[in-house]
Every structure is written in C-alpha cells, then in structure tokens.
C-alpha cells in the first residue's frame, strides 16, 4: 500500500500540478481568454450559463467539504496526506468556478444569493446523503461517496462539457482541462485505496451499496432537471446557431436534443460506476429512475 | 517551475479589505507565492544539498525533533482540514483549503526526513517518542475544532500552534544540519502566512466583537502551560542554551500579546 500511496504524495502533486498543466494558467484558463460575447449578451444563454456553472460551485463546495473531512478520519498517515492534496484541488475548483460567475456579471456582494437561487434541490440532496457519512467519520463510505461517486459523475460532466465548449468556448474548455486532470487522480486514489480496506471490512457493503443507490437517483434527477428544463437548447435552435461538431464517446453532442445528450451521459456515468465499483468489491446497485 | 502571468499589476495593499481578502486568501495567492521557494526542491530540499555526518547522539536527537515536528504537523493538518467545515465563508475555506495542503507537505517532508535519517516506521517512531504536552495539545485543539468554536480554534491553531512551530523551527533552522535547514526555511515560509491568516481573522473579530475576547483568553491560559513545556523540551533535545529557551517563550508570549492577550 505505501508504494502505491507515494504515487499520491504532496510531492508528486507538486509535480503533476504546478510544474505540470496548472503552469501559465490564472484561475484555470490562459490570461486573455474570455467568455464568448453570445453567452454575455443572450439573456437565456447568459441565465444558463450562470445556471450549469453554480451547479459546478455546488458540486465542488461538497467535495471540499467532503475532502477536508475526511481526513480526521483517514486511517494513515499516507491517506491523510492525499486527502490535503484532494482538499487543496477541490477549494481550486470552487475559486475558478467562482471566478467564472463573475466573468459572467454576477456581483462579488450577490453570489450567496445567485447560488442559492439557482442551486439544484436534487444536486444538493446528493451532497447531503454524503456529507452525512463524512459527518460520522464514515472513511470508507465517504471515500466511495466522493471518490469514486462524486468524482466519477464530475469526471464525465467535466469531460462532455468539455467536448462541447472546446471549439466555442475555449477559456471554459481551458479551466475543464485542469479540473479533469485533478479528478482522475482523486478517482484512482479511490479505487486503489478503497480496494484493500473493503475486503477487511465487509460488513460495509450493503451501506455503501445503499449510499450509491441513493447518490445515483438523485444524481440522475439532477441530470434530468439540467437537460429536459435547458433553455439554452431551445435558444440556440431559435437563434439558428450552427453548433460545430462536439464528439463525446462516439456521438456528436451537436447534433443531439437534449433528452438524448441526458440519456448518453446518465449511461456513461452509470456504466463508470458499476466497473469502478467492481474494482473495489462493491455491488453496482441499479437506481430508481427519475 | 516557470513564472506565472501576474494576477494584477495593483499593489496589494491598496486594495479595499474585501477585495485584499479575496487575493491573499485564495489559491492562486497561494500557488504564486509558494512556486518561488519550492521550486527545484524535492522533499523540502535541494536534491543536491549534502548530508551532514551526525554522531549517534545527534542522530537521535534530531529523530525525536522531528518526531515532534510531526505530531506538531499532523494536529495541524487535522486541525485546519476541520477547520474548512466551520469557516465563515469561501474565502476562509479556501485559504484553509491551502494551509491543509501545506501542513501536509510539512508532515511529508518531515517523515522523508525521518527516513533519510535511517528510521525503518517513521509513524510508529513519531507515536513513541512524541511529546506528551504535545499530546495533550493537539487533543485539546482537535476538541475546540470538532466542538465547532471557529474563533477558539483558529486562535488555538493559527496563532498559538503556527506562532509556537514558527518561533522553533526559527531557531532551530540556524544550527541545523544543511538538508534540515533547508526542509525548514520552506516551512516557516508557510508558517509565515498561516499566522497572518489567524491574526487577521481574530483581529476583525476582537475589533467587532469584544465579548470574545474573555473565551479565547481563557483558551490561552489553558494551553499556554502546553506550549511552554513543549518548546522546553524541544529546546533540550535540539541542544539550545537555555537563554535561547527564553528567548524564544518570549517571542510566543510575544505573538500572541500582539492580539492584545497577555
């Protein structure tokens, strides 16, 4: 285990992060990149815009919150260590995409409201069913909540908002890049760690196993709140906006309606999990769907 | 690492309070200011910098130093990771975000720094010799961050803790060794704004609010008697004269009498 866990260490990170895809970036994206003019001066584009990206503050908020508690509970000295690296990414998550609210007109004095506003009631009763295993100092179900949960759905919204703004929207795309980077090391920490301490503990499957049911509705009800409510589609097809080929897991996300670019994601996602799961020794549990 | 686009051409401290919090508390604040001493080194040094012989005692003495350092780090790390759950705002939350980053790197390099020195289970070593006051210190500051008493145990971690780990690893960073000289210039660096966080945090809040004044001189009290016998027994181990073990009572009692306790 501790080979593994130097993989993860600070030194490493250094490495990987402020001598590696972080260098020449100030809040994540290059100096002089801006928001498209279309997203600032569209009143539906410029109200979904500041929509998706709370929901991305909401997200990283939890996973701060989550990160940084569970290190007391961390059962090494080495995991403990990852942990403060994991703490470290997610709070750069909740600056660049705050920073991003502002670029977009949102006043420093305002945010607290707009986020509360905007908000998705189902996005944060996700964080809640995990918060509250962190609360209990829940290691290992917290580590699957986040690591592999949390940070499973972020790494593939990350990825296809990705694929979507990599031609339109390169400073977005830019500050994703970084946050995808980050997210794939927290997911392999969370399998590789998780792994060891399932099969000494196993009395904790059937809870994790619920936690992941319960994450998962209520993830795939965000989903569904964010693609069949997006005005933003509808606005673009108004306006006639030729959307330049977006390819995501084979498809081309330009030419596909909404409940479609849903139905892609909530697979890939859902698809992620049971294999990651599997990895670890957890049961991949089906959830309702919304 | 290469230098980075400047944030704003503003001087810092014109800024309106609100704006210079969010600058100095934030993580590019942070990644500017840490890429230019951590640059090049690999745990906390140059990888180049020669070890320094040490006879078998010093050897031992240093491993119990650091040993403390240690549970010195772990408490702070765990104490400012507790601490982002109960911060006030984002801005608090998010410096707190770095400092739990850099009271990590503290406690790697100090372990590395056991190993180099040849201790097979740096862990089991640091459980065996650490300090009992220590002990006790970090038991209590973990109890004032889990009871949620944001303004106890900032006071207790970013002023008492950093200022105590600040005034040591000072002075212990003038007779070191070259390798543990240079583990800890890095690290006061960090200690440095750590404890400007905490002043500043519990300045504002003495200026607006003076009944807490009472609840955290009370706080000190408590673990001023901790500190003062850790720093006496890390003072004897590194081999200080004892007019340096004033000295440095002095410069806590010092640091915390800035915020107006005595």
């Known amino acids: 285990m501790s080979d593994f866990l130097s993989a993860y260490s600070i030194q490493s990170w250094l490495e990987s992060c402020p001598q590696g895809y972080l260098e020449n970036t100030v809040y994540g994206h290059a100096t002089g990149e801006n928001e498209p003019e279309l997203l600032l001066t569209n009143a539906v584009l410029h109200e979904e815009t500041i929509r998706s990206t709370v929901q991305l503050v909401v997200g990283e908020r939890c996973a701060l919150a989550a990160s940084s508690g569970l290190i007391n509970a961390a059962p090494d000295e080495a995991s403990k260590r990852f942990l403060a690296t994991q703490t470290l990414d997610e709070a750069r998550h909740v600056e660049i995409f705050t920073h991003r609210l502002y670029d977009l007109g949102v006043k420093k004095n305002h945010l607290e409201d707009v986020i509360q506003r905007y908000a998705n009631r189902n996005l944060v009763k996700f964080a809640e069913v995990l918060l509250e295993k962190v609360d209990k100092k829940d290691f290992i179900s917290g580590v699957v909540g986040q690591n592999i949960v949390l940070e499973g759905m972020a790494f593939s919204v990350f990825e296809m908002m990705y694929a979507m703004n990599q031609t339109v929207n390169p400073k977005f795309a830019h500050t994703l890049s970084g946050t995808i980077a980050d997210e794939r090391r927290h997911v392999g920490f969370g399998e590789n760690r998780i792994g060891s301490l399932i099969k000494d503990h196993p009395e904790k499957r059937p809870e994790i196993e619920r936690m992941q049911k319960e994450m998962s509705y209520y993830m795939l009800a965000t989903f569904a709140d964010a693609f069949r409510n997006n005005a933003a589609a509808a606005e673009f097809d108004r306006l006639q906006e030729e959307q330049p080929r977006a390819e995501w897991h084979g498809a081309d996300l330009s030419a596909m309606k909404p409940e479609e670019m849903e139905g892609l994601l909530a ?16 049961e991949y549990q089906t959830p309702v769907r919304p | 690492m290469a230098t980075r686009a400047s944030l704003s051409p503003v001087d810092i401290h014109d800024l309106e309070l609100q704006q210079f919090l969010e600058e100095v508390h934030s993580f590019e604040f942070w990644f500017e200011a840490v890429e230019g001493y951590l640059s090049g080194l690999t745990w906390g040094h140059r990888p180049d910098t020669p070890e320094a012989v040490l006879d078998e005692l010093e050897r031992d003495r240093l491993i119990t130093v650091l040993c403390n350092y240690c549970v010195g780090e772990t408490a702070a790390l765990e104490g400012a990771s507790g601490l982002i759950s109960i911060a006030p705002n984002r801005l608090s939350k998010v410096f707190l975000a770095t400092q739990v980053a850099d009271e990590g790197r503290h406690l790697e390099v100090f372990l590395h720094r056991l190993r180099d020195l040849g201790v097979k289970d740096p862990e089991a070593e640091v459980e065996r010799r650490a300090s009992p006051s220590l002990v006790l210190f970090k038991r209590r500051l973990l109890e004032l961050v889990a009871g949620k008493d944001w303004e106890a145990a900032i006071f ?43 002043e500043n945090e519990i300045g504002r809040r003495l200026a607006s609010a003076p009944h807490i004044r009472a609840r955290i001189g009370q706080v000190k009290k408590e673990l001023d008697h901790l500190v003062l016998d850790t720093l006496a027994d890390t003072i004897k181990q590194i081999g200080m004269p004892r007019d340096e073990q004033e000295r440095l009572g ?11 306790f005595v």
């Open chain 2, 156 to 198: 207790a971690q970013n002023v008492i803790l950093e200022a105590l780990e600040f005034a040591v690893f000072h002075s212990h960073g003038q007779t070191a060794d070259p390798i543990t000289r240079e583990v800890l210039a890095g690290v006061v660096k960090d200690e440095r704004r750590h404890i400007g966080f905490g």
């Open chain 1, 267 to 282: 697979d890939t996602v859902l698809k992620e999990f049971k294999t990651r799961l599997g990895r670890i020794g957890i």
């Open chain 2, 250 to 260: 002095r410069a806590y009692l010092e640091s915390v009498e800035r915020l107006g």
